[in-house]
């Protein structure tokens, strides 16, 4: 009977030991859930401490002296046996050690064991997290996209099943998919680009002349980017250049993408300033529709800052307070531009900033896009708020700006890595000092671009005219 019930006990702790160990694999690929099972079996941890104080300070003195009256001292008679003298019993030290080993082992296997059992509990109450993560990432998906990549992220970390794991990282899939869509981000790694950042269509048709609206003959195909494709073309009755932005064929029947590519036009239509590009007129001509647009002979900043890095100080802020100057113009209009970064700042050949691509924008006081409460923006020029699915003003346009400024200084952008990460690194992580970087940059200049950087809008400049005045003392002590 009893030797049965031994086996029985064996039995059932190899079991255990035996379904626990199957999920060893998945503690080497998740981190998260390692800490999360070593941290989270509070009740095992108590007996373990318990019995690494105790072995020390209690067991092993008491089990000492157990040893040393089972192994008593030999008696041994000295000086021709007038003499009797105790000494320890040869076997005592090797039983003390071995006993002392055996203790230490079991224990140690004990704790192994308390850990091991509690590890099908931390797998399930896993899953339970991930399961709630991704449902809520289903909830976001429409109303909080990047919300909803950072949960299914963090889902990812916290599953540990493979089934459950690939229809996670599918989900996520197709939502970076279409962010990168609505971002105008190409998820294609071997599309070759424009110097103005947009897709170069590679058909036969690219050289293809058409008149359209008997006004317009195309030139030649710049390129395409998320929400149009882009001629250069020359206006017939003035006899001038003009850039056509149209959208796509396959978007045309799309009824709120042909809305906002109007309001595009509308918004657009309304500025004029030397330092965004003009908009000439709104055109729907056999069933397509284009936007004519002053054509810029020039280059990008893009193109500036991957071949003329690094920018002095003096250069930067010139071309800082011409862009300043065009958003806060635009602000003051209810244009807010949501899409700044350098492939959409062109320098003339004059040396002048042309701020282009408001495709992106929104007319602040139009109720229609505040129901379209979606992220639209590359994500490492994108405000937190914007990264969040937050609604945005003006103030989203001057963190942008201070990207901008950042990597003119900098070489590059503060937050790096792919998008999940980017948008992560906008909603939490402070960029580093630009001082780090260029010993060069005055400090206060370095403060006026974290100020502009900060997380939240209320501590950033509240206009585009306090960053002007904030720059202009820069450009002016470097004129003196």
Same mark, same amino acid.
């Given at each position: 009977?009893?030797?049965?019930?031994?086996?029985?006990?064996?039995?059932?702790?190899?079991?255990?030991?035996?379904?626990?160990?199957?999920?060893?694999?998945?503690?080497?690929?998740?981190?998260?859930?390692?800490?999360?099972?070593?941290?989270?079996?509070?009740?095992?941890? #108590?007996?373990?401490?318990? @019995?690494? $104080?105790? &072995?020390? *300070?209690?067991? %092993? !003195?008491?089990?000492?002296?157990?040893?040393?009256?089972?192994?008593?001292?030999?008696?041994?008679?000295?000086?021709?046996?007038?003499?009797?003298?105790?000494?320890?019993?040869?076997?005592?030290?090797?039983?003390?050690?071995?006993?002392?080993?055996?203790?230490? #082992?079991?224990?140690?296997? @004990?704790? $192994?064991? &308390?850990? *091991?059992?509690? %590890? !099908?509990?931390?797998?399930?109450?896993?899953?339970?997290?991930?399961?709630?993560?991704?449902?809520?990432?289903?909830?976001?998906?429409?109303?909080?996209?990047?919300?909803?990549?950072?949960?299914?992220?963090?889902?990812?970390?916290?599953?540990?099943?493979?089934?459950?794991?690939?229809?996670?990282?599918?989900?996520?899939?197709? *939502?970076?998919?279409?962010?990168?869509?609505?971002?105008g981000v190409s998820t294609a790694?071997?599309?070759?680009?424009?110097?103005?950042?947009?897709?170069?269509?590679?058909?036969?048709?690219?050289?293809?002349?058409?008149?359209?609206?008997?006004?317009?003959?195309?030139?030649?195909?710049?390129?395409?980017?998320?929400m149009g494709i882009v001629y250069?073309?020359?206006?017939?009755?003035?006899?001038?250049?003009?850039?056509?932005?149209?959208?796509?064929?396959?978007?045309?029947?799309?009824?709120?993408?042909?809305?906002?590519?109007?309001?595009?036009?509308?918004?657009?239509?309304?500025?004029?300033?030397?330092?965004?590009?003009?908009v000439y007129d709104f055109i729907?001509?056999?069933?397509?529709?284009?936007?004519?647009?002053?054509?810029?002979?020039?280059?990008?900043?893009?193109?500036?800052?991957?071949?003329?890095?690094?920018?002095?100080?003096?250069?930067?802020?010139?071309?800082?307070?011409?862009?300043?100057?065009?958003?806060?113009?635009?602000?003051?209009?209810?244009?807010?531009?949501?899409?700044?970064?350098?492939?959409?700042?062109?320098?003339?050949?004059?040396?002048?900033?042309?701020?282009?691509?408001?495709?992106?924008?929104?007319?602040?006081?139009?109720?229609?896009?505040?129901?379209?409460?979606?992220?639209?923006?590359?994500?490492?020029?994108?405000?937190?708020?914007?990264?969040?699915?937050?609604?945005?003003?003006?103030?989203?346009?001057?963190?942008?700006?201070?990207?901008?400024?950042?990597?003119?200084?900098?070489?590059?952008?503060?937050?790096?890595?792919?998008?999940?990460?980017?948008?992560?690194?906008?909603?939490?992580?402070?960029?580093?000092?630009?001082?780090?970087?260029?010993?060069?940059?005055?400090?206060?200049?370095?403060?006026?671009?974290?100020?502009?950087?900060?997380?939240?809008?209320?501590?950033?400049?509240?206009?585009?005219?306090?960053?002007?005045?904030?720059?202009?003392?820069?450009?002016?002590?470097?004129?003196?």
């Amino acid at each position: 009977m009893f030797l049965n019930a031994v086996t029985e006990f064996n039995q059932k702790i190899k079991a255990q030991v035996q379904d626990s160990l199957r999920f060893v694999p998945v503690l080497k690929r998740k981190p998260i859930l390692l800490k999360y099972w070593l941290f989270s079996a509070h009740k095992e941890q #108590i007996i373990i401490i318990a @019995l690494l $104080v105790l &072995l020390p *300070l209690a067991i %092993l !003195p008491a089990l000492d002296q157990i040893l040393s009256k089972i192994f008593s001292p030999v008696t041994q008679k000295v000086l021709f046996g007038l003499i009797n003298r105790d000494e320890e019993n040869p076997y005592l030290s090797a039983v003390k050690a071995t006993t002392h080993w055996l203790l230490w #082992i079991s224990t140690v296997m @004990l704790a $192994v064991y &308390l850990q *091991l059992r509690y %590890l !099908p509990v931390v797998m399930a109450n896993a899953r339970i997290i991930a399961r709630n993560k991704e449902q809520l990432a289903d909830q976001l998906v429409t109303a909080n996209p990047s919300e909803a990549i950072l949960l299914y992220d963090a889902a990812l970390d916290w599953i540990g099943d493979e089934d459950a794991e690939s229809i996670i990282t599918s989900k996520l899939q197709k *939502l970076n998919a279409a962010m990168s869509q609505a971002t105008g981000v190409s998820t294609a790694t071997s599309t070759p680009l424009t110097s103005n950042g947009t897709v170069i269509q590679t058909t036969d048709e690219q050289e293809k002349n058409d008149i359209i609206a008997e006004r317009y003959l195309t030139k030649q195909k710049l390129g395409a980017g998320a929400m149009g494709i882009v001629y250069q073309a020359e206006d017939m009755k003035l006899n001038r250049d003009v850039a056509l932005k149209e959208l796509a064929p396959s978007l045309s029947n799309n009824a709120q993408l042909l809305s906002r590519f109007r309001q595009e036009a509308l918004a657009l239509a309304r500025l004029s300033h030397p330092n965004i590009v003009q908009v000439y007129d709104f055109i729907e001509w056999n069933d397509i529709s284009l936007i004519v647009m002053e054509f810029v002979e020039g280059d990008e900043l893009e193109s500036w800052l991957s071949n003329a890095m690094p920018l002095t100080v003096s250069v930067v802020i010139d071309l800082a307070i011409q862009m300043a100057d065009a958003l806060g113009y635009a602000h003051e209009r209810g244009v807010v531009h949501r899409d700044l970064k350098p492939a959409n700042v062109l320098i003339s050949n004059e040396g002048k900033i042309k701020i282009t691509d408001f495709g992106l924008a929104k007319v602040a006081r139009s109720s229609m896009h505040t129901q379209m409460n979606t992220v639209m923006g590359s994500p490492a020029y994108m405000s937190p708020e914007q990264a969040n699915g937050d609604p945005i003003d003006h103030r989203t346009d001057i963190y942008a700006l201070g990207i901008v400024l950042y990597r003119m200084l900098g070489g590059k952008p503060p937050f790096g890595g792919d998008m999940k990460s980017i948008i992560a690194q906008h909603l939490s992580k402070k960029p580093l000092s630009l001082r780090r970087i260029r010993s060069d940059i005055p400090p206060a200049l370095d403060e006026a671009i974290l100020t502009m950087l900060t997380k939240q809008p209320a501590r950033r400049f509240q206009s585009m005219g306090e960053a002007i005045e904030r720059l202009e003392c820069f450009r002016n002590a470097s004129a003196a």
